[in-house]
Nanobody, 123 residues
Framework: VQLQASGGGPVQAGGSLRLSCAAS????????MGWFRQAPGKEREFVSSISWREGRTYYADSVKGRFTVSRDAAKNMVYLQMSSLKPEDTALYYC?????????????????WGQGTQVTVSS
């Protein structure tokens, strides 16, 4: 499974961006898709996840109410709509795929990663 993330860029605080992640195919070990981010000098952290079949979503507390994850199973696409962006949201954002959302949320057994897309929020 190959993942291709896109949609990052510069934005002012309070603005919005939509990230996209295209999956080359779906497999039994990619039932859930997730977004992670890594800011300079910090560890990579979980942002959000969604399951392909049920569409069940999870969010990190830091983005709840501001970010929305969605999927288009017909197109093998996952999106992260980011609103009310803050400077602390600045990071390299990665999409990933794993067997289930639990693996993504606990950052364990994640076999597939896309390249990062940079989001820079200025104050």
């Amino acid at each position: 499974v190959q993942l291709q993330a896109s949609g990052g860029g510069p934005v002012q605080a309070g603005g919005s961006l939509r990230l996209s992640c295209a999956a080359s195919r779906l497999t039994t070990d990619s039932n859930a898709m997730g977004w992670f981010r890594q800011a300079p000098g910090k560890e990579r952290e979980f942002v959000s996840s969604i399951s392909w079949r049920e569409g069940r979503t999870y969010y990190a507390d830091s983005v709840k109410g501001r970010f929305t994850v969605s999927r288009d199973a017909a197109k093998n696409m996952v999106y992260l709509q980011m609103s009310s962006l803050k400077p602390e949201d600045t990071a390299l954002y990665y999409c990933a795929a794993a067997t289930d959302s639990s693996s993504l949320r606990t950052y364990r057994n994640i076999p597939y990663w896309g390249q990062g897309t940079q989001v820079t929020v200025s104050s």
